[in-house]
């Protein structure tokens, strides 16, 4: 009889380098988001940005504004976070648990970390987590263009190129 009961995981099939991987990058991640400060006051505030999408477009793509959230998440503003990127919170959520589950590895406590598998993959949680960024970027963008500041749209260097080529 196999020492191993069925639907548990082996502690060889988990990586103990890339768990110590994930757990040190996480921790600067959360570490990050308690020592530094937005320089943005509000969501749709300008500010410097690394973002292609954002500089070339003047518009926000599903991932902006996600620092800023984990910062003020970090300083225990729940709302700032929320404003800033809408679905912030919740992927800092699933980065605390894929931070516990490194842990575990690292522990070897691989009876949890086996469970938590079975659970995102019952629920596509990484599926349906890119969806929820998919949508809410398409979303957001409808929302800043049509409602918030569709004369920003000038700004930007794509749409100068197209009044350039068109206008």
């Known amino acids: 009889m196999s020492s191993i009961v069925q639907n548990e995981m082996p502690a060889e099939k988990y990586s103990r380098k890339l768990a110590a991987l994930v757990l040190a990058g996480l921790s600067l991640v959360f570490l990050a ?35 800023h959230s984990f910062c003020a ?54 599926r349906n987590f890119v969806i929820a960024f998919g949508v809410f970027g398409v979303a957001r963008i409808l929302y800043l263009v049509f409602v918030v500041r569709p004369e920003s749209l000038g700004q930007s260097p794509l749409m100068r190129l197209v009044a350039g080529l068109f206008g």
């Open 73 to 126: 998440l970090g300083k225990g503003d729940l709302t700032d976070a929320f404003a800033f990127n809408a679905l912030g919170p919740l992927l800092f959520v699933a980065l605390v648990l894929t931070w516990l589950r490194a842990a575990l590895i690292l522990a070897n406590r691989t009876e949890p970390v086996a469970a938590f598998d079975r659970l995102t993959t019952r629920f596509k949680l990484v």
């Open 33 to 67: 988001s308690v020592v530094f400060k937005p320089q943005a006051v509000g969501p749709y505030d300008a500010y410097f940005t690394v973002c292609g999408f954002k500089n070339l477009t003047g518009l926000p793509c599903p991932g902006c504004g996600l620092t």
